[in-house]
């Protein structure tokens, strides 16, 4: 469980940072106040992302605090996902669905929710020898969350990516400053490095058929069944988009490598087009020097997006 200095960091302008401070403590009165019957007591915290503070119940309750005003409005659309998925994911594949949501109070100024907890693992804590299994899972849940047809899932509000987006421009701007300092630390970023500034920007528009992605599947938002291997649920639908079906193997690339790729790219459905292995390789090296150098600026886990990057940019594996 994390310390309370690392609940309550100072806050601050830059975009990753929370607008007030959070602690175990007045999490757990939040969540007292709101729902008495829930049992608050011996709270954890499970982590905070790019959005939430997240902490567990010792009854089994995941609840999600928005870090910042632009966050506390995502439930909603996150609940017409997962609402959406929950008809063509297998089964046994669980979403986080919102069953409870707490109000603004003077405790705490935004909304928040809260959904049972998935049993499992980070995919990345699973073992080698059940690596096959989770490929075939991971093949059959990409192939039916892109089987839903763009206009139903226009109906449910999911939009498609606006490359025009000024955010997510002021974004990539960050990363190539950002990825610049961290020259001289492998000769792999140094390679890197230097594509990415002789890439050629904006993005072009993806002109195929428009897809449902998740476009965060990163192995921590991919709960496995520690002893056989098989998918129990996918987390974090709140980047979902339109969009390019390759962006959703761009994760398996940097995380697995290029072997793991193609062994779930052997078991999805969809017939893919000429040009999508192109494509994730562009995403593949482009993402994890992006991912690099948020890690940096963030004081995150650099060796491992080290690694991540030498993923992308290995060989591409046979088809």
């Known amino acids: 469980m994390a310390d309370e200095e690392a609940l309550a960091p100072p806050t601050g302008s830059l975009p990753w940072e929370p607008d007030r401070p959070l602690t175990i403590d007045s999490a757990a009165a939040v969540i007292r106040a709101s729902f008495p019957a829930i049992e608050s007591a011996g709270l954890k915290h499970l982590g905070s992302g790019w959005e939430f503070d997240a902490f567990v119940t010792t009854d089994g309750w995941v609840f999600r605090f928005p870090r910042r005003a632009d966050c506390a409005n995502l439930f909603e659309s996150e609940r017409r996902v997962h609402q959406l998925v929950s008809t063509v ?17 003077p405790g705490f100024p935004y909304r928040f929710a809260g959904h049972r907890f998935i049993t499992g693992v980070d995919a990345d804590a699973v073992d080698s020898c059940l690596m096959s299994t989770l490929a075939r899972d991971i093949a059959a849940a990409l192939g039916a969350i892109h089987s839903i047809p763009e206009t139903t899932a226009r109906d449910a509000g999911v939009l498609e990516c606006d490359l025009d987006d000024v955010g997510g421009n002021e974004w990539l701007d960050r990363g190539f400053a950002a990825a610049s ?35 965060d599947l990163s192995p921590e938002h991919v709960i496995v069944d520690a002893a056989t291997g098989h998918v129990a649920g ?3 639908w709140t980047d979902t988009i339109l969009g390019d ?25 969809h017939a893919v087009d000429r040009d999508f292995r192109t494509r994730l390789r562009f995403m593949a090296r482009l993402l994890s020097v992006m991912w690099l150098a948020m890690a940096h600026v963030q004081h995150g886990n650099v060796a491992m997006h080290i690694e991540w990057v030498r993923n992308a940019f290995a060989p591409m594996a046979r088809r």
Not at 245 to 259: I, K
């Open 234 to 236: 996918i987390l974090d």
């Open 181 to 215: 300092e961290l020259r001289g630390r492998d000769p792999i970023v140094d390679q890197a490095v230097s594509w990415v500034r002789q890439t050629s920007l904006p993005l072009a528009r993806f002109d195929g058929k428009l897809r449902l992605i998740h476009q």
């Open 245 to 269: 079906p390759a962006r959703d193997f761009v994760f398996l690339v940097t995380w697995r490598g290029w072997e793991f790729a193609a062994e779930v790219l052997r078991s999805y459905p």
């Open 89 to 105: 994911l297998p089964a046994t594949i669980a979403v986080p669905h919102v069953d409870l949501t707490g109000q603004s109070s």
